[in-house]
């Protein structure tokens, strides 16, 4: 089956640098996807990798690596805005969006 | 970036009425569209996947004929929750790809349906 793991909660502190691991396992690889959602809101797009390697987007970077079936979102000079949920999504070979269960971002004082 | 819009933005509705909810892409033609669901701390569940001009193709379990899709532009698609109950309740959402070269969905800011 599909399955796409993360952690599902995570505390930080404001300022400080953050790394949100996300692992998959899909039927084919078309991309993998960052969004964040905060309470009552939808998702909004941060970041999409399809190949290999770092892509770094001001405060917010996401790395892959197609081998281990990895990636993760770093998040540096945390922000209180910063809480939420960040959402991993993996598009399979059909292109369809495989959904991970999110993990909950604190972001502490 | 491509935005999409979502009617209504929240609704309240008598257990047995049917509630539409629609989808429109404001700026790109979309020419797929998909509607997911989100209960409470929980992550997005699709519902289903409509193309422009053809059938929505229904995830398992959705029943198609309570959760009635209708894409008929490539810029508007509607879901229609059919005698609604209590536990229909929750957050659906919609999105839409179809900008060329990039495969990214964008979502609406939702809709709230709450049924008494």
């Known amino acids: 089956g599909q399955n796409i793991d993360q952690p599902t909660e995570m505390t930080a502190t404001e300022g400080a640098i953050v790394q949100i691991n996300c692992t998959y396992q899909?039927?084919?690889?078309?991309?993998l996807f960052w969004y964040q959602q905060h309470a009552g809101e939808a998702p909004t797009f941060l970041s999409y990798n399809v190949l290999d390697g770092l892509e770094e987007k001001g405060r917010f970077s996401s790395f892959l690596s197609r081998s281990k079936g990895y990636s993760y979102l770093l998040l540096k000079e945390l922000q209180m805005k910063d809480s939420a949920s960040y959402l991993c999504?993996?598009?399979?070979?059909?292109?369809?969006?495989?959904w991970g269960a999110g993990t909950k971002l604190i972001i502490k004082p | 970036g491509a935005v999409v819009s979502q009617h209504p933005s929240w609704v309240i509705c008598k257990s047995g009425t049917s509630v539409k909810i629609e989808c429109r892409s404001l700026?790109?033609?979309?020419?797929?569209m998909f509607w997911y669901r989100q209960f409470p701390k929980q992550s997005l569940m699709l519902m289903a996947t409509s193309n422009e001009g053809s059938k929505a193709t229904y995830e398992q379990g959705v029943e198609k004929d309570k959760f009635l899709i209708n894409h008929a532009s490539l810029t508007l698609s509607t879901l229609t929750v059919t005698s609604a109950h209590p536990e229909d309740s929750s957050f659906y959402i919609c999105?839409?790809?179809?900008?060329?070269?990039?495969?990214?969905?964008?979502f609406g800011p939702g809709t709230r349906l709450t049924v008494l």
């Open positions: 899909t039927s084919g690889f078309n991309g």
């Open positions: 999504a993996v598009m399979d070979s059909n292109y369809q969006l495989i």
């Open positions: 999105s839409a790809a179809g900008l060329a070269g990039y495969n990214e969905q964008f």
């Open positions: 700026d790109f033609q979309a020419t797929t």
